[in-house]
């Protein structure tokens, strides 16, 4: 398999290329345009894939990092909804995805002795049997816990918070990392991809959607690229992105925000996580190697779609739920991180009420906006490969769609093909490349097989084989493989998506953002400005959320983000 490579260099490429013209051009780089653009690769379909922004730098960096079935869809008996999402869940743990997404016990505390523990039992007895009729053995059935034994699991639960639990599993994912897989996956297999690069304009004739203007938001230079179809996949942008198709069709999405916290490992003692029911929702605590986020909110939200943020209200919510359980209560000064996303909430129907030629799912729809714009909106991050399969098929057509049929289901994401031999030589490893196991484990679990890319890094570069000074749970080879293989441009792409260093530390990353922008600079030919430049623009960024994180109100806390732009300013859509 080939190195796929995406840099400035490829990226300028790509967009080189595509004027040449395309079969599929794809609009977003999220879950849902990633999925798709490596679903239409695997065809063999000559594909391109844009997004206005880094990839995955809206809601597909900001979320859960859940991969599950939906309990809640289960207790509305939409059997069909949760089949779907756990095959979903099965075959990434298993066979496409097992460096990326990994099973997970949360804890269900129980409140009363008879009622919530029958319910629960039954609901979740019969989530285990869907599941391991998907997939058998991908995750362990249920186990009932008394209050001592809870106890023993959580010695930080609070003690009258309950009488009793269960553990039962679902699985987390780092879902940024899931995005620049599935991009580079879809660039291994020919596809063409150029992040921070926005449709401005589509072009017609007789009707038909059949070219795209877009701005390389790093020049300023438009291409136009011939393409078959378009399939726009812009999640809470929708909206904004199909006006540019000229037509009444289309799909009506409204925004929410969801924000979580992140506390330090040691701050809760527990040995799995936790699922909390609440008044108006649910909790999850979901632990990862260093930390634990906690979340989520769920608020209707019309302020900038660019930059959601965390305000004291979202804050103090999370907190009040979380000590609802926890013996030792938390307080703002235990946060080390924040992050706010928006849910693209699908409204039923179509915009001019047309559903002849419309796919529908309890989650998702895809419909044509225009002859030649196809449009995908709603869904999760679980069941992004249905979607994308659904959005491909919509896309070609019935009949050409079973000549030419999606592979994803069966095709292992770049890393995955001999990552879990490669877990078992883990400390084999760690000698003969005198990396720690502790660093072995992380870089198998963020790049899978492809951690021999790294080691070849090294070989060529002894000092990136050293440890960031100010982050040491990072290689100086890592912050290297995200701008030479993963197509970082920015520094806050580094922070953000390359690393989670924005939200795993208590200075969002700072401490360490001078040596991150030396490696960055030698590699993207930085001079002393833009490298200043660079480290300004997310010194201001991080202040701008800091600010926000005083502020109560929604609106007044989006205006203080706002003061503080983007790297590459977007053009507003209209």
Not at 203 to 217: C, Y
Not at 249 to 262: P, R, T, W
Not at 423 to 452: F, M, P, T
Request: net charge neutral; aromatic share 6%.
């Amino acid at each position: 398999m080939s190195e796929a490579t995406m840099n400035a260099q490829t990226r300028q490429e790509a967009l080189e290329a595509m004027t040449e013209g395309v079969d599929i051009l794809v609009i977003g780089g999220g879950v849902t345009g990633a999925g798709i653009v490596y679903d239409a690769a695997l065809r063999g379909l000559k594909t391109g894939i844009i997004d206005a922004q880094d990839w995955s730098a809206g809601t597909s960096s900001r979320s859960s990092k859940l991969v599950h079935g939906g309990l809640r869809y289960l207790y509305q008996m939409n059997f069909k909804l949760v089949h779907e999402a756990l095959t979903e869940r099965g075959l990434l743990l298993e066979s496409t995805a097992p460096h990326l997404v990994k099973k997970m016990p949360l804890l269900w505390p129980f409140k009363t002795p008879l009622i919530e523990r029958t319910y629960s039992t039954a609901g979740v007895g019969l989530y285990d049997v869907m599941a391991q009729i998907a997939h058998r053995g991908s995750v362990p059935i249920q186990k009932h816990y008394s209050k001592k034994g809870a106890l023993e699991l959580v010695p930080d639960l609070h003690q009258d918070s309950l009488i009793g639990a269960m553990v039962y599993y679902d699985a987390r994912v780092d879902d940024s990392r899931l995005v620049l897989n599935l991009v580079r996956s879809a660039v291994d297999y020919g596809a063409y991809a150029a992040n921070r690069t926005q449709v401005v304009a589509m072009g017609k004739e007789n009707g038909r959607v059949v070219s795209a203007t877009v701005r390389d938001l790093e020049t300023g230079k438009e291409y136009v690229i011939p393409t078959k179809k378009i399939i726009n996949a812009t999640g809470v942008w929708t909206e904004e992105t199909e006006k540019l198709g000229d037509s009444d069709g289309g799909l009506k999405v409204l925004a929410s925000k969801g924000i979580h916290i992140v506390v330090p490992k040691d701050r809760i003692n527990g040995k799995v996580g936790m699922f909390v029911r609440t008044e108006k929702s649910v909790l999850f605590i979901i632990p990862w190697k260093r930390y634990w986020i906690i979340g989520t909110t769920d608020t209707k939200y019309v302020e900038d779609f660019r930059h959601p943020v965390a305000n004291a209200s979202d804050v103090d919510y999370v907190l009040e739920q979380a000590n609802q359980v926890l013996a030792r209560p938390l307080t703002r000064d235990d946060i080390i991180g924040y992050y706010a996303g928006l849910r693209p909430l699908l409204q039923p129907g179509t915009k001019n009420g047309d559903t002849k030629s419309t796919k529908v799912s309890r989650e998702h729809t895809v419909t044509e906006a225009a002859p030649g714009l196809v449009i995908i909106a709603g869904g999760k991050l679980t069941t992004y490969r249905v979607m994308a399969e659904d959005a491909v098929n919509f896309a070609l057509g019935k009949a050409e769609a079973k000549r030419n049929p999606s592979l994803t289901a069966t095709t292992p994401l770049r890393g995955a093909h001999g990552y879990r031999g490669l877990w078992n030589q883990r400390k084999a490893l760690a000698k003969k490349s005198g990396l720690s196991v502790d660093h072995i484990e992380d870089l198998l679990d963020r790049y899978g097989d492809d951690i021999h890319l790294i080691f070849k890094a090294i070989e060529q570069d002894p000092s990136l084989g050293k440890e960031l000074a100010e982050a040491n749970e990072y290689l100086r080879a890592e912050i290297a493989f995200g701008v030479t293989h993963e197509g970082a441009l920015h520094l806050e792409d580094m922070m953000c998506h390359r690393t989670r260093l924005t939200y795993e530390r208590r200075d969002r990353g700072l401490a360490a953002v001078p040596e991150i922008a030396d490696i960055m600079a030698g590699l993207l030919g930085w001079d002393d400005a833009k490298r200043e430049a660079e480290i300004a623009a997310y010194q201001a960024r991080c202040d701008a959320e800091e600010a926000a994180l005083q502020v109560r109100d929604e609106a007044e806390s989006q205006a203080v983000r706002g003061r503080h732009g983007d790297v590459t300013p977007m053009d507003k859509v209209s």
